[in-house]
């Protein structure tokens, strides 16, 4: 293996070894630091309804303040 090669070949390794170290200490998104469980995933659903209906930005945070609000008392 040539020189360059070589170091080309350290330098994506210790690239790797870096991402992987990186995932590990990832830390909560913020749906999860501030709802309760559950909350989250039930907000990314609500979400993406809102976008599949094509709901204008103007009504988009309350739609999904309501559809998350419907989702979670329905499970309790």
């Known amino acids: 293996m040539s020189r360059p090669a070589y170091g080309?070949?350290?330098?994506a390794a210790l690239l790797l070894a870096g991402t992987a170290a990186a995932q590990k200490n990832m830390q909560?998104?913020?749906?999860?630091?501030?709802m309760p469980p559950g909350a989250g995933d039930a907000m990314r659903q609500c979400d993406k309804l809102a976008m599949v209906?094509?709901?204008p930005m103007a009504e988009h945070a309350r739609?999904?303040?309501d559809c998350v609000a419907k989702k979670m008392k329905k499970g309790r």
Do not use: Q
């Open 28 to 34: 909560a998104t913020a749906p999860e630091k501030m």
């Open 53 to 55: 209906r094509h709901i």
């Open 63 to 65: 739609f999904v303040k």
């Open 8 to 11: 080309i070949a350290i330098a």
